[in-house]
């Protein structure tokens, strides 16, 4: 898996904002397997390095293990993974989720709910290293201090 971010925020470079974007798991998901949506979010990653939550990397193998990937599957996977940056969970980082979670149970937003663990960590990621989230996922919208890609109207 790609490390320039699992040992936490120390190894970031001074020009990570400029290279580097959160992708989400549908997003991820869409972009690896050439789904129909990948010639929309493709643009956003032109010239960039996807960033992947650790929560995202569960969430897509949950689904790997679901759909009974086979050998060259879970290969393909594999390798997409390690194409991209893996942020570990660090103490810095659950704080974020931890604030953030506890802020949009406040607001009545979904990212608090249990359901939406996941999607929060992937929030907190972008939100901690003021990364845009690549997304289709509805449920990151109307969250303050997140840039949502594509731009929502």
Do not use: C
Request: glycine share 10%.
């Amino acid at each position: 898996m790609g490390d320039e971010l699992s040992a936490g925020v120390s190894e970031l470079s001074d020009d990570f904002e400029q290279r580097f974007l959160v992708v989400d798991s549908d997003a991820f998901v869409h972009l690896s397997r050439g789904r129909a949506r990948a010639a929309v979010l493709a643009p956003y990653i032109k010239g960039q390095r996807m960033v992947l939550s650790f929560a995202t990397v569960a969430e897509v193998r949950r689904g790997a293990y679901r759909l009974g990937y086979n050998d060259d599957s879970w290969r393909r996977l594999e390798a997409d993974i390690a194409a991209a940056v893996v942020v570990a969970p660090t103490n810095a980082l659950s704080h974020e989720w931890a604030r953030l979670t506890n802020e949009a149970r406040g607001m009545g937003h979904s990212l608090g709910q249990g359901s939406q663990a996941h999607d929060a960590w992937v929030a907190a990621t972008g939100r901690y290293h003021g990364l845009p989230i690549l997304t289709d996922d509805s449920d990151f919208e109307g969250f303050p201090g997140l840039v949502l890609l594509p731009p929502r109207t």
